[in-house]
């Protein structure tokens, strides 16, 4: 998946998270986070949207990690201060062990090779750092978007990566699992707001479909908007799986 230009131009605006909801995330995260003196990588960072709140949940020192260069510019427009490196997830390019934790939001389901990309979180990592990864993992159909827009999530489709799959990997490079947890989050206080966020096409899986798809998806949408069959909040749970690298570091 390719975030070029125009998705980066409204992607905060489909995609941005309220105060709150960043705070229960941080709450879920806060226990793996490294305090002031440490390092967090912010893994396909996107326009930053965890990069602050990351650092103000511990003072920890926050790198931004993203491969589109339009996504990248937003996040500098955003965020002038911020340390933003450009890479991808199966090569991220640090030294190792310069990373007590690696936040990774929304990354998995495009990662193209899951083994380098654990080989990539082992190596930056110090021993016994965490790896915090944020996604849907659960039921597709508990996504309130599922309905309207099925073929998003299609059987076999990048966006149904499942956990286990994951997590096998991960434990192939070393890492442990230590905490999964499920975080409610509103998507959108009412339904007019909802279509707002869908018409900007940011999620990867609504990007993906084909235009005729998405209009029709977005029409039926609009519909239950208008005649009140769909009301707010629209509220989603989404996960968080953590898992920890092991004592020792691999040869850098």
Do not use: K
């Not at 490294?34 to 967090?40: E, V």
């Not at 944020?134 to 597709?140: D, K, L, N, S, T």
């Not at 798809?213 to 968080?240: H, K, M």
Request: hydrophobic share 45%; charged share 20%.
């Amino acid at each position: 998946m390719t975030y070029g230009f125009a998705m980066a131009a409204g992607y905060d605006r489909g995609r941005g998270l309220r105060s709150r909801d960043l705070e229960r995330w941080m709450a879920a995260a806060r226990p793996y986070l490294p305090s002031a003196g440490g390092r967090i990588l912010d893994l396909g960072a996107g326009t930053g949207r965890f990069s602050d709140a990351l650092t103000r949940a511990g003072g920890a020192s926050v790198v931004a990690c993203e491969p589109s260069a339009a996504m990248r510019a937003v996040l500098h427009t955003n965020r002038p201060g911020a340390l933003v490196v450009g890479g991808e997830a199966e090569s991220v390019p640090f030294r190792a062990g310069v990373f007590d934790a690696v936040w990774a939001s929304q990354v998995v389901h495009h990662v193209r090779d899951l083994p380098a990309f654990a080989a990539g979180l082992r190596h930056v990592l110090r021993p016994e750092g965490h790896v915090l990864l944020r996604g849907g993992f659960g039921p597709v159909r508990e996504l309130p978007l599922y309905r309207y827009f099925p073929l998003a999530w299609a059987p076999g489709s990048a966006a149904l990566l499942p956990l286990e799959r994951i997590a096998g990997v991960l434990a192939d490079a070393g890492f442990l699992p230590v905490d999964h947890v499920r975080v409610e989050q509103t998507f959108a206080e009412t339904a007019d707001e909802l279509v707002e966020r869908v018409r900007a096409r940011s999620l990867s899986p609504l990007a993906a479909l084909p235009d005729e798809a998405f209009e029709r998806g977005l029409a039926e949408l609009r519909s239950d908007a208008a005649s009140g069959a769909l009301t707010g909040p629209i509220v989603e749970r989404l996960d968080l799986a953590v898992f920890r690298a092991p004592h020792a570091s691999p040869a850098a």
